[in-house]
C-alpha cells in the first residue's frame, strides 16, 4: 500500500512469479522408474508476461478545465500452456525417445483429410458431368 493507503501494484511479483513457472523443470518432469526402466517425462512450454501503467489528469468535457483530480491505473498477467510431448526411456539398450500420442490432433487430421477428398470427389464429379 502507498501512504495514502491505497493498494499498490508491484510488478516485481509478477516476473518473479512468472520466471518461478517457466523454469526447465516444466519442460523435464521428475524422472521415475517402472519395471527397472527408467522414464523422463518432456512437455513443451509456452508462457507470456505483459505489464502497462497509464496516468493522466481528468479533464471535464464541459469547460474543458483540469479537475485537479488525476487518474492513474496499472496492471498485469502473465499465462502459462504446458503440453506433454513424449518420454524419454532409459533401458538396458540405451535412451529410447517415446513422442505422446495427441488423438485430439489425429481426429482433427482426419478430418481435415476427409473434407479434401469429399471436396477433390465433388469436383471430379462436376467435370465429368460437362
Not at 516476473?15 to 519442460?27: C, E, I, K, M
Not at 523422463?40 to 502497462?52: F, R, S, Y
Not at 496499472?74 to 502459462?80: D, E, L, S
Not at 495427441?102 to 465429368?128: I, K, S, T, Y
Amino acid at each position: 500500500m502507498d501512504r495514502t493507503g491505497r493498494r499498490t501494484f508491484d510488478p516485481s511479483t509478477l516476473v518473479s512469479s512468472a520466471a518461478d513457472l517457466l523454469t526447465v523443470r516444466r519442460a523435464f518432469g521428475e524422472a521415475y522408474e517402472r519395471d527397472g526402466v527408467r522414464v523422463i517425462p518432456v512437455a513443451q512450454v509456452h508462457g507470456g508476461t505483459g505489464l502497462g501503467y497509464g496516468g493522466g489528469d481528468v479533464v471535464d468535457p464541459a469547460d474543458g478545465k483540469d479537475s485537479g483530480a488525476g487518474g492513474e491505473g496499472g496492471g498485469g498477467g502473465f499465462g502459462v500452456r504446458v503440453r506433454p510431448v513424449g518420454v524419454y526411456v532409459l533401458d538396458d539398450a540405451g535412451v529410447h525417445w517415446r513422442p505422446a500420442l495427441d488423438l485430439n490432433r489425429v481426429v482433427l487430421g482426419g478430418q481435415l483429410v476427409g473434407m479434401v477428398v469429399v471436396v477433390a470427389l465433388a469436383r471430379a464429379l462436376r467435370r465429368r458431368r460437362r
